[in-house]
């Protein structure tokens, strides 16, 4: 299992409730990106890693949104007091080099608030 | 107006066909193009890699960039059913840190 990883693939949330979505990139990949995909559209940018260090958070629809990358690897996307507009697929990418090159992506994570 | 635009489609197309799938965008500092696929409930896979101008081939698809027009393309020769998906364009520019998509042309090819 060589590709980026997530998990849930399904969450399920009432409005209101807190998330933590994870994202296992591909081992060695230096930088890591999180993009959120509504129905019927191409993925939006949410924020960058390189490394542990979060370069770019500027795509975070709110303060509502946060991510991070302690060790450089695996990274967690939090959503609090999650609502409806929040239902999308998250989707994670990684990149073996810094900055733009091929973005490798996982398979993503459905959330749907209820 | 968006910075990328695709045409959502659908388009179908029989099999064996040759398919054009386009892509414009407004920022002329764009310099990293490229194509993804997605199946229904997926992930993108990375299809194209192309930097700055001119042409690339990888078996049955080929990928071509004019910057003079701010207009890509991806075609796909001897289409099969199995090429049915979703087919984004994505690009970035130098200093840029995250790919702006267009939304996706879903293609149908059918047996």
């Known amino acids: 299992g060589a590709g980026v990883s997530q998990s849930p693939r399904y969450k399920v949330a009432k409005r209101g409730q807190d998330v933590a979505l994870r994202c296992d990139p591909i081992s060695g990949h230096v930088s890591l990106f999180w993009y959120q995909q509504a129905l019927g559209q191409g993925p939006e940018f949410l924020t960058y890693?390189?490394?542990?260090?979060?370069?770019?958070k500027s795509g975070l629809p709110s303060d509502r949104f946060f991510a991070e990358r302690p060790e450089g690897s695996v990274s967690t996307l939090k959503i609090q007091r999650t609502q409806q507009e929040d239902s999308a697929v998250y989707l994670c990418?990684?990149?073996?080099?810094?900055?733009?090159?091929?973005?490798?992506f996982g398979p993503g994570t459905r959330l749907t608030v209820t | 107006q968006k910075e990328v635009e695709q045409d959502p489609g659908p388009l179908s197309v029989p099999e064996g066909a040759i398919v054009s799938l386009n892509c414009t965008y407004s920022n002329s500092a764009f310099q990293y193009f490229m194509w993804y696929r997605q199946y229904s409930r997926k992930g993108p896979e990375l299809l194209m890699y192309t930097y700055s101008s001119g042409n690339k081939e990888d078996g049955r698809f080929t990928a071509q960039v004019d910057k003079s027009s701010k207009y890509i393309s991806l075609f796909i020769r001897d289409s099969q059913p199995s090429d049915s998906a979703t087919y984004l364009c994505?690009?970035?520019?130098?200093?840029?840190?995250?790919?702006?998509f267009g939304k996706g042309t879903t293609l149908s090819v059918s047996s």
């Open positions: 890693f390189q490394n542990e260090a979060q370069l770019d």
């Open positions: 994505a690009m970035s520019d130098e200093a840029g840190t995250a790919l702006i």
């Open positions: 990418a990684s990149s073996l080099v810094e900055g733009i090159h091929e973005q490798y």
